[in-house]
C-alpha cells in the first residue's frame, strides 16, 4: 500500500494535458485550484496507514489474500459492503469534500461480476484479462478514474441515431493487437490525479449499437487523452494565496471533460467490446455500488456541515435557542438516515456468480434517491442557522488590512469569548458546503451523481415487486384465496 507522499510522487506528471480557463496546466500538483484535490485524494492513502481508520480503509485481496488499500479490493462478504460505508463516512469527514476514488471502486466490483458473466454466455476471455488487471491495480496501489456518463449530445435520440457518433464513447477500428476508440465522458471526478482510466457504457444497448458496448482501462499518460477541468463556484478564490475566503482550508476535488481522441487499447485491456447484451448489466450493477456509495460519503460530509452549523450557533449565542436545537436535530436525523439506508442494502447485499458481492438493488436506489433530497434540506437548515453574515463579511483582503480590521473585529464579534475570526471562518466554510466549491460535490452531485433522480426512481419500481404487494393486498381483503 502506498503512503500519502508515495501517491502524490507517483501521479508527478502523469496527466499530461491539462487545461483549466482556457491554458495548458504545466504542473497540475502545484496549482492552486487543482492542489486541494490532490490533497483529498491522498487522504484515502493516509488513512490505510492510520491504526485507527484500518478496520475500515484496508482490506485482503482476493487474490492472495495480502492485506491492500480498500479502495483497489473487490467485496467477498456483506461485511466488505458494510465496511465500505463506513470507510466513505470517515473519508467525507477527513475532507468536506469528494476524495474522488470511490468511482474506480465500484467499477471494479461491477466489472469482476458482469465480465465473468459474459464469459459464461459468450465463451470470451474477459474475466481473465480483468483479474490479470486488478493484479496490477492492487499491487500499484492506482487510483482510478472510473468513467461512465456519455456526455450523449441530442437526449432525444439513441447513441445509433445522434447526427455525431462519437457523442458516446465508441469502437472506431478494430486492429490485430487492440482497438482504436473516441468520445469523451463527462463530469469525471479527480480525473487529474488518476493513475487509470476505467470506461463503461453509459446505458443498456440495442444490437445496433455493438460498437459503443465498451469497457476497458488505459493509463492516464495514454496519446489522445485530454482533460479540461469544469468550473466551480468561487473557485478563483483559491488563487488569492489566502485560505480564509476559500473556507475548507485543505480539501477540494475537480471536475474534469475527458476527451479519447483516437486513443489506442490494447486487447488485453479490453473487459468488453461488442457484447451489447451485458451493458445494461454492467451499468446496472455500478450504479448500484455507486449509489450505495452516497450513503457514506455524504453522511461523512453532512457530519462536518452539521458541526459547522452548531459552532456556528454557539459562536452566534443562540446555540440554546429551541428552534435552533429543533432544526440541527432535524439536520442530524435526515444525515443518519442517508448512512442507516446505505448500511441497509449493504447488509442485504448477496454474492453474484464470480463471488463479488452485489448490494441489495432496491435498497441501493432508495438511499440515492435519499441524497437528492436530504442534502439539500440540511444545506438549507445550515443557511437558516448561519444567517446573513455568511454570504456579507468582508473578505480576506478587508481583514488583513490593518486600517479595517480593527472595524470588522469590533463589529462581527459574536460572544465574547470566542474570536471575530474564528467566527467569520466558520461561516466560510458553511459558505463552501451550501453555495461554494464544495457544493458541486455536496449539493448538484448528490442530485446527479450515480444518476439523476428519475434514474433511480426507474430502478426502484423495477426491483420492488410490485405484483407481490398487490396480491398481498388482494389475500387480506379477501379478494383472492388465503
Known sequence: MKTAPEFIDSVRGLASQVYLLGDQVTDPLTHPM???????????????????????????????????????SLHQSADDLVRKVKALRLLGQETGTCFQRCVGWDALNALSSTTFEIDQAKGTQYHKRFLDYLKRVQENDWVLNGAMTDVKGDRSKRPSEQTDPDMFVRVVERQRDGI??????????????????????????RATESDYA???AIPINTPGVI???????????????????VGNARFGGHEALLILDDVFVPWERVFMCGEHEFAGMLVERFAGYHRQSYGGCKAGVGDVLIGATATAA??????????????????????????????????????????????????????????????????????????????TMPSAKDWNNPQLRPYIEKYLKGVA???TEDRLRILRLIENFTLGSAAVAYRTESMHGAGSPEAQVIM???????????????????????
Request: aromatic residues 6%.
Open 227 to 245: 482533460h479540461i477541468v469544469g468550473r466551480q463556484s468561487s473557485d478563483t478564490r483559491k488563487l488569492e494565496g489566502d485560505t480564509f475566503d
Open 460 to 482: 426502484i419500481a423495477r426491483q420492488s415487486d410490485l405484483g407481490k404487494k398487490k396480491q398481498l393486498a388482494k389475500k387480506l381483503a379477501g379478494v383472492v384465496p388465503d
Open 180 to 205: 482504436i476508440v473516441r468520445g469523451a465522458k463527462a463530469h469525471q471526478t479527480g480525473a487529474v490525479f488518476s493513475h487509470e482510466i476505467v470506461v463503461m457504457p453509459t446505458l443498456a444497448l
Open 417 to 419: 469569548e470566542v474570536p
Open 34 to 72: 487543482l492542489r486541494p484535490s490532490l490533497n483529498a485524494l491522498a487522504m484515502t492513502y493516509q488513512l490505510a496507514h492510520d491504526s485507527s481508520a484500518a478496520e475500515w480503509m484496508q482490506a485482503r485481496s482476493s487474490l492472495d489474500g495480502r492485506a491492500i488499500n480498500c479502495f483497489t
Open 314 to 391: 454557539e459562536y452566534a449565542g443562540v446555540a440554546d435557542a429551541a428552534h435552533v436545537k429543533r432544526k440541527i436535530g432535524e439536520m442530524i436525523h435526515l444525515n443518519e438516515t442517508l448512512f442507516a439506508c446505505g448500511i441497509a442494502c449493504s447488509h442485504l447485499g448477496k454474492p453474484t456468480a464470480s463471488g463479488t458481492y452485489l448490494v441489495d438493488l432496491l435498497l441501493a436506489n432508495v438511499c440515492k434517491q435519499n441524497v437528492t433530497r436530504f442534502p439539500y434540506e440540511i444545506a438549507r437548515l445550515a443557511e437558516d442557522i448561519a444567517g446573513g453574515l455568511m454570504v
Open 214 to 216: 465498451l469497457a476497458f
